[in-house]
Nanobody, 126 residues
Framework: VQLQASGGGLVQAGGSLRLSCIGSGYTFIDYDMGWFRQAPGKDREFVAT????????RYADSVKGRFTISRNNAKNTLHLQMNSLQSEDSAIYYC????????????????????WGQGTLVTVSS
């Protein structure tokens, strides 16, 4: 299993970025996918997750209404559209694959995700 994240960068507060994650080595459509982030000196925290078929999503309260998670199962790709970025959003963002296939509810704990991408750095300047 490989997860390759990209799309991070430096952006001014109020700006937007779109992160992408390509999954390979497994049946992408069978697994929920999630985004987590980790800022310096802080624990890794949940950002968003999307169901294996793409029909349902769940977001952290801190990003609700600003971030949108989506997936293209035909291209084995996961996205995170981030709008109205704030300095508090600065972190390394990780995509992750849920450990079990085709679950019935969305998981927000990092311990439920088994495979992780390498991370992509997002820096928001104020």
């Amino acid at each position: 299993v490989q997860l390759q994240a990209s799309g991070g960068g430096l952006v001014q507060a109020g700006g937007s970025l779109r992160l992408s994650c390509i999954g390979s080595g497994y049946t992408f459509i069978d697994y929920d996918m999630g985004w987590f982030r980790q800022a310096p000196g802080k624990d890794r925290e949940f950002v968003a997750t999307i169901s294996w078929a793409g029909g349902t999503q769940r977001y952290a309260d801190s990003v609700k209404g600003r971030f949108t998670i989506s997936r293209n199962n035909a291209k084995n790709t996961l996205h995170l559209q981030m709008n109205s970025l704030q300095s508090e959003d600065s972190a390394i963002y990780y995509c992750a694959k849920l450990s079990v296939p085709r679950t019935g509810y969305r998981r927000t704990s990092a311990s439920d995700y088994r495979e992780w991408g390498q991370g992509t750095l997002v820096t928001v300047s104020s």
